[in-house]
C-alpha cells in the first residue's frame, strides 16, 4: 500500500466522521440571481483548497482549531437554472443536519442560499434570531420583478422570523426605502456598546449568523460580486463578530465570495482565516 | 451646444434608426444555466466596446461593414434567476422584430438563449433550417434533471425543427449517446464538399446560425466558460462560414463569449471581428 | 417594435437631454502624457458600465441620485498623439457647455486633462478656486523638459488661477522643491478644521474639485498609474469631500482610473460611487 | 443523515478503491528545481477541479472513461527545500504501487519528479522503454552545478535506462551539446511512420511516458514554466499519443502545468483532458 | 569584494563593449499615439528580462546565440506626451550608431518608432528596402487628422523610399483604400516562392525588418495592442524571415508588444525567442 | 557614440561604484522552501524596475534618497534546488560585503535567506539585535521534517543570536507553541512607548533588520506567498520603522514579495516605496 503521507482533500482540521462532529461544513455552489459578477459557485472548493495555507491557531481567543469537532460534508451538487429546485435541496439537506442534531456552517455561493437554511432552522427554532453582516441592506421586497433573488434575502428571511428578530451590522448601500425600513425597525446596529448589550440579552436564544463577505472593504477583499466602497477592516469585523462569543449560535453560513475576481488569492485565504476564527469562537 | 466629437455608445457602424434597418442586433446577458465558468453575462457591452478596435473592411470578401444596413437595439434586461420567464423575454422580442420584418443577430449570453430564438423564428419560418457551431453536442435530454438547460439547448432546437433541419459542425465533446444520435441522423459535417453541396441544396431555405464561440480552439478562444482543446483556428471557421455565403441567413447568434476570463482582450476582439465578418458576408 | 426593457448604454439616471441638465457629464479619455502605467483611456466607459453596479441612494446624506439633473454626454473621440490639440478640443467642449449655463463634471484620462477645463472655467469665473486631491504634487515646471505633461498641470493650473487660489489635500509625493513651494504657499491643507474654516470663508466662490483617484491608498486603488503607498481610506475621502458640501462647486473632475489594472473591478466600482457620491452632495 | 447529492472531492470516475484498480493516480506537487516560473506544485489539485468539467467520453477513440479502472490517491505532501528526502518519498511510493501490481500515472510537479519514478519502474522493469514529449531536452548533464535539476532530468534517466531506451518527442530548445547527443544517439522522433514502426518494434516492451506540456505551443499551453513559441497543436500531440496505442504502458507522468500563469483556466482544462485522453487510450 | 556570481542586467550573450560589436540592440519604450490597449512603452526591459529564460542555440539554423556580436545599449529615456521630440531623438540616436558603422535592432513601443529610423537609415542607403511583417497594412495617409501616427508610419515611410522599395508580409487588416493601394503597388507578399525570387533579386541592397508583433495570431501574442485574429503561427513566421537569411539586412525593429496584456509571460516570452532568431539568422 | 539619454537598468539613485558605497543593494532570488504561493525569486528585478517610478524626496522625514549612499550590485545567481549551497553562497557575499566596511540591504526572496545573513553578520557584530517584522513567528523549530525552512528562519536565527537579542513586531499568526515561546522570551512588541524605550536602551548595538512584507495587510500587499488578514497599513509600518531612525541599523533585508501575485503593481510599488523610505531613514 501506498505509505504516503498524501495532502488531505477536505477541509484542514476537519474529523473523519459525520456522527461524532458537532457542527457540518457544507458548500452551497449557487449563483442564479447575482445581478453584478457571478463566480461565487467557484467559493466552497477554494476556500477549501485555501484553508490548507492556514494555522491552526487563533492568537486573536488563543485557542486551537484541532479544539473544534467539525466534519466537512462536501459541496451540494446542483442543477443549476432551476432556483426553486436547488433552494429545496439546501432545506432539506439542513432539516437533515438539524434532525442529527448539529449545527451547519454554510460556505456560498450566492446570498439568496441563506433564505432556505433559515427556513430549516426555523422549523427547529421558533425563536430563531438571524445577525446578518453585510454591506448591502437585501431588503428589497423584489428585484427587476422577483421575489427569491439575492438583493431581497433578508426580506424573506424577515417574513419568516419577523423584524424584530433581525439584526444587521456593516450596512452601507440600499435603497432609500431600504434604509428607512431599518431606522423604523431599528435593525441597523452601529454602535458596539449597544450591539453587546443587545447580545446579552438573547443570550439564551439561538442565533443565526449570516455573513455577506463584501460587509468588508474592497480593499480587503475584491473578490466579490458587488464591491462597495467604504467597508471594514479584517479587524473590525472581528470585533464584531467577538461581541457574540457568549451567544448561542447554531448555524452560520459565509457567502458571496468571487474567487476568479482576486488572481491574488487574498480574498479566499482571508475567507478561510475568516472561517476558521468563526468556527474557533462560536464552534 | 457642445462640439465633440463623442465616441459613439453603439456598434460600429450600425445606423441611427430600427426602421430602416435590415438587421437587428440584439444582446442576451443571460448566463443562470451554465454549468461551468459563468460570466457570459458580460459579452453583449464588451463586444460593442471592442467593436471599436475594428476596422470597417474585410479583405476576405473585399466589402465594407459601412455597405451593411444594421441596427444596435441593445442588450435586454434581465430578471437574473427566473429562467423561464427571461425565455419568454427573448422569444417576444425576437417574435417584434420577424413581425417587423426584420432578420435578428444576437450576442449572447449562454447558449440557451438560442432556444426561444428559435422558437420565434420556427413560427415565423416553418421550414427552418439550423446551422450550429460548437465544440459541444448540446444534445443531452436533460441535464442534472433539467431540460431547460444549456447543455440541453440543441435537443430542444430538435423537439421543434426536426432532426432532419439540423447540421453541425465542429462539434468534439459530448456523450456516447450523443454521438451515437448524431452519427444515426447524420447531422455532424465533417467534410467541407459534402457542406458545400447540402448548402446549395437547401439554398432556397431559410436558415438559422447559432455560433458557440467554443467552436474555435482555447487558444484562439480562452475566454468562454468550457474550454475544449483541439478546436478550430479562426481561419477554418471562416472556412466554414463562407460555404453559407450564398444561402438565405435570416438569423444567427455568437453565443457563450465570457470576457473576464480572458484579461488580453484577444477573445473580446476575436468575437467583434467574427461578428462583422458575419454581418458582411449575410448581411 | 421590440419591446424590450433594454439597458441603457448612458450613465445610471441620467437624464435624456442636454438642454435641461444642471450637469454634464463628460469623459475624456487621454492618458498620452502618463510616465507609468498608461489606460486611462479606459477610464470613461468603464466606469459608465459599472454605474450600473450601484444603488441610486446615497446613506451618507440621505439623498437619491434621481434627484440629480445630470446629462452624460459621451466620450469625446481624439486623435492620440497630438498633445495639444487634444487639450484644445477639451478646452473648446468646456467653453460651450459653460456657454450653455452648465456645470461639467469631466472623468478622465490622465491628470493633464484638467488644465484645459481650468482654462475654459477661469475664463467665465476670474475668481475660480480649484480644490486639488491628490497622491502627487504634480508642481513640477517642467518634467524630461515638457512643461505640458501630468506630472506639471498644477504648476500650469496655478499660472492661470495664482497659487493663493489652490488648495491641495492629501499630498504624499513630490520633489523636494515641489514640497518646499506647498509650504511657502500654504497651498496643502491637511487639518480638517483649518480647512472647514478656509471653505467657508470662500463659500461665495466658484470652485472647482480636481480628484486624482491616486489620492486613495492602492490598496482601495491599484488600478491607477502611478500606485503610491500611504493614502488615505474611502471613509477618510468622503469626510474631506464632504467639508466642501456648502460650497458653491461648478466643476469637477474624477482622473487618473486605469481599469485595466485591476481586474477584480474593484478600483473601477469605487470611482463609479465616488462620482455618484459627488453628483449627489455637490449636484 | 445528508441526502446530496454531493459534488465528489476526486477525480472525475476514479474508483472509490486502490485494491481493484488497475491504475493509481497520484499528485506530485513539486517545483524545487525549477528554474523560471514557479507554480506547478498548484497543478495537481487545479487538474483534479477541472477533470469536473469534463464530458466523460473519448469521440476520437468512441470510448468511455467508465470503463477505465483508476483510484485517485490524492496528493503526496512534501517537505518542500529538501530535493533528495523529496525525491526519496516519490520513489518509496511509486515502488509500493508496483509491489502492488499497479500502473501509475503521476501529475507534476516540475520535471524532475519524472526521475524517481523511473528509478523505481526500472527495478521492476529493467528493459524499461522511456518516451518522452517535452519543448526542452533536459539532457544537460549539470545545470548551475546541480545534477539533479528539471533541466538534467532525461540525462538522469538515460544514466539509468541506457540512451537506446530514450525516445524522444516535440523537443525544440536546447544546448547545442544536447542537439548533438540526439543527433548521435537517435534518440528524436520527428517522422511519424518511422515512429510508428519503432513503436510497433517494441510492443513486447514495457513502455513509460512522460509528457512535459510545454510540448504543446504556448498559445495551447501559457500556463507553463518556461514557454517555448513553435510547439504542437493539441491535435498533433493526439496524433503522436495515438501511435503508441498498442504499446505496453506501464507508467506515465504529466507534468510542468503551473497553473496560476494562465488565469483563464484554459491550460489546466486542457491537461485534464489530455489526463483523461492518456488514461483512455492506454488505461 | 562581492564573489557573485551575480545575473547580467543586460539582454543575454550582450558583449561588454560598443567598440567591437556590430549590432546595437536598443529599446524605444514609446506608446503615445497607439490608439488602441497601450502599454508597449514596457515592451522593451520586459524582453530584456525574459532573455535570461532562453537557451543559447537554435536548433532552426544549428548555430548559437554567443557567435552573434552585439551590444545592449539599454532603453532611451523619452519626454512622453511630446512626440515630435521623441521622434527626432530616435533619429539621431541612430544616426549616431550609423555614423559608427554599427546595425541596430530596436525593441519598441509603437509602430511610429519605426519613422525615425528609416529617416536615420534612408540618408545612409539611399537605395534602402523595408520589409514590412504585420497585421495591418498601417498605410492611411492620416488618422484623426494625424499624420504621425502608428496607423500611417508605413505611408510615411513610402514617402521617404518609394512604394517599389517596400515589401508588406502578413497584412489582413486594414482600409478597403489601402488593400487597394497595395493591389496597385504590389506590395503584399503572399507567395512564398514569389517572395523568395524578390529578396534573391535584391540580395546586394541594403534591407531593414520592421517586424509589428500582431502579425502572430492573437492566441500566441495575446499580449499586444490591437488583435487581429487570424494571424501566423509562430513557424509560419520564421519560415518567412528564413527567406531573407541571405540578405544584406542592416537593421531591424520588433514592434507592439504589451506586456502587461498577457500575464502568462508567453507573449513576452515568444517575443525574445523571435528577437533571439533574428539576431543569429541576420547578425 | 550613441547619445541617450538612456533608461539606467540599476536602482534609481544608486551610484556607480562600490568601493565608495557605505551601503550594498544584494538581490537574493531563491524561494526553494516557501510552502505557500512561491515566485519570490522574481521580486527583485521587479522591485529594481519599480523604483524609477518612485520620486527621491520623502516628504515624511523631508530628507532626498540622493543623500544615500548606496550601490545596486544585482541578484546573485542561484542553482535553485540545493538549498545549502545557496545559503553558503549567500553567507560568503555579505562575509565579503561586511570584510569591505559596507553595509547590506537584500531584497528576497524568501525569508529563510536571512539566516546566511545573520550567520555572516553575528560573525563580524557578536553583540547582534535583530528586529523582525512579520505577520507569523517563522519560530518552528522544523517543518515538515527540515530545520532549514522559512517557516523556521527565526528560530535558527535565535540559535545563533540568543532570545534575548530578538525583537518581534506585527506578528499575527502562528502555533500555540510559537506564541507561547514568544510570549515567555518577551520578544514581541506590540507597544510602542515600551518598544521605542528598548530601542533606546539598545542605541549603541548593532541592529539588523529583518521585514517580511507580510506584515502589511493583505490589502496593502496581495502580492506574497502567505497572505494573512488583520495586519498593518502602510503608515502604521512606517511609525513602527521611525522608532528605530537613531539605532545603528548595519544590515537589512526586505523579503518575500511574490510579484506576479498582484497584477496591479501596486505590492511592488510599494516594497519599492518601503526600501527607498528605509534607505533615507537608516542610510
Known amino acids: 500500500m501506498l505509505k504516503g503521507p498524501f495532502l488531505s482533500k477536505n477541509w484542514m482540521c476537519s474529523s473523519e466522521n459525520y456522527e461524532n462532529a458537532k457542527w457540518v461544513l457544507i458548500g452551497l455552489p449557487y449563483d442564479g440571481t447575482c445581478s453584478n459578477k457571478p463566480g461565487t459557485r467557484f467559493a466552497p472548493q477554494a476556500v477549501r483548497n485555501a484553508s490548507w495555507g492556514l494555522e491552526e491557531y487563533s492568537p486573536i481567543v488563543d485557542k486551537d482549531f484541532n479544539e473544534i469537532s467539525f466534519y466537512d460534508a462536501g459541496d451540494l451538487e446542483f442543477a443549476l437554472g432551476n432556483r426553486d429546485q436547488i433552494l429545496l435541496q439546501i432545506e432539506n439537506n439542513i432539516d437533515e443536519a438539524l434532525k442529527d442534531g448539529k449545527r451547519t456552517f454554510a460556505i456560498g455561493g450566492e446570498h439568496l442560499v441563506t433564505l432556505p437554511q433559515i427556513k430549516a432552522f426555523s422549523k427547529k427554532y421558533p425563536d430563531l434570531i438571524v445577525v446578518h453582516f453585510d454591506a448591502h441592506c437585501d431588503l428589497r421586497n423584489e428585484y427587476l420583478g422577483e421575489k427569491l433573488s439575492h438583493a431581497c434575502v433578508m426580506k424573506r428571511v424577515v417574513d419568516i422570523i419577523g423584524e424584530e428578530n433581525l439584526f444587521q451590522i456593516g450596512i452601507r448601500s440600499g435603497e432609500k426605502m431600504e434604509f428607512d425600513w431599518m431606522r423604523t425597525n431599528k435593525t441597523l ?29 474592497p480593499s480587503v477583499m475584491p473578490g466579490t460580486g458587488t464591491q462597495e466602497a467604504g467597508g471594514m477592516s479584517f479587524a473590525e469585523l472581528i470585533d464584531w463578530l467577538l461581541l457574540l462569543k457568549s451567544n448561542n449560535i447554531v448555524g452560520m453560513d459565509l457567502v458571496e465570495l468571487s474567487p476568479d475576481y ?9 475567507v478561510a482565516k475568516l472561517a476558521r476564527e468563526m468556527l474557533i469562537y462560536f464552534g
Chains 1, 2, 3, 4, 5, 6 share one sequence.
Not at 450591539?195 to 438573547?202: G, L, S
Not at 439564551?204 to 463577505?213: C, E, G, H, Q, S
Not at 488572481?263 to 482571508?270: E, I, K, L, R, V
Open 189 to 217: 446596529l452601529s454602535d458596539k456598546n449597544i450591539a453587546k448589550e443587545i447580545f446579552t440579552k438573547i443570550s439564551n436564544k439561538p442565533v443565526f449568523i449570516t455573513l455577506d463577505v463584501d460587509v468588508l472593504d
Open 262 to 270: 482576486d488572481m491574488s488569492g487574498a480574498s479566499t485565504a482571508t
